[in-house]
């Protein structure tokens, strides 16, 4: 964290705001650190699902496709789990 954080403001319906304040006193924490951690837990979470979802192969498919192109395969749109993935999908 910076050593000067940047102030903001949130609105909570009475119901998380109440959620909240009863976590941070159990916990004997504040709800800002309690909503920074969360912030902090979905920034992470996200970069990982990202990374993950550009490592599909999928996006390699144009990279495939002309990897193929003469290669005499004509099953590529029954097969193509195997060819991006290497085995058929469990469905």
């Known amino acids: ?5 940047i102030r903001t403001q949130i609105y909570l319906s009475e119901e998380m705001y ?10 004997g924490s504040s709800i800002a650190q309690l909503i920074r951690e969360a912030v902090a837990a979905y920034l992470a979470r996200r ?10 192969p999928i996006w ?12 005499g395969l004509r099953d590529s749109a029954v ?13």
């Open 47 to 56: 970069s990982i699902d990202e990374e993950a979802y550009y490592d599909d």
């Open 18 to 27: 109440r959620e909240l304040k009863e976590h941070s006193e159990s916990q």
């Open 79 to 91: 097969n193509h789990d195997e060819y991006l993935y290497g085995s058929r999908r469990q469905q």
């Open 1 to 5: 964290m910076s050593e000067y954080p």
């Open 60 to 71: 390699r498919l144009p990279e495939i496709g002309e990897q193929l192109v003469g290669s």
